[in-house]
């Protein structure tokens, strides 16, 4: 079964690789920061792969991998100590429905209708779930990170009471 997955996936995880470092350098990403980006990329072809073959929905497909991806990205920028976009957007580059788009554009100037509805619905439910994976987990980490920050304003405030004595 795995050797089967690898034979129908190989090459579209070998060549998300390649393009996610060729927009790590066309966007002129640091170079001790393209590997982590490349990973990334990796990472959520991998995932992708593994849910299309677990027959998960269009949304699906494209949610959880988004989301672990964000996840990735935002722990990689603590650890590294750089902005979580940075490994984001080559992470999900790989995942964006760029030949949907062409298709569902080619349908419209074709004057094939119907053809262009199926398109643009598919198009439109995979930049949903990318999107929705990208803020539910983004906006987690901002909680966290924030009530944190909330804390020790309150805590040097109370602190600043008890230092006056009031």
């Not at 190989?10 to 470092?21: H, N, Y």
Request: proline letters at 3%.
């Amino acid at each position: 079964m795995i050797g089967t997955f690898w034979e129908k996936y190989f090459v579209m995880i070998l060549t998300s690789a390649i393009g996610t470092i060729g927009y790590c350098l066309n966007v002129n990403i640091k170079r001790n920061k393209i590997i982590y980006g490349c990973i990334g990329g990796v990472l959520s072809t991998f995932l992708y792969c593994v849910f299309v073959e677990a027959g998960l929905s269009l949304l699906m497909q494209n949610l959880i991998p988004a989301a672990l991806v964000t996840f990735y990205a935002e722990v990689l920028a603590r650890i590294v100590k750089a902005p979580a976009t940075v490994f984001l957007i080559p992470s999900i580059i790989p995942l964006v429905p760029g030949g949907r788009l062409y298709y569902t554009m080619r349908a419209i100037v074709d004057g094939e209708g119907a053809d262009a509805k199926v398109f643009a619905m598919e198009t439109i439910v995979i930049a949903l779930g990318i999107a929705v994976g990208i803020v539910v987990v983004s906006l987690v980490f901002y909680h966290i990170s924030h009530k944190r920050v909330q804390f020790k304003v309150r805590f040097d405030q109370v602190k600043k009471i008890e230092e006056n004595g009031e």
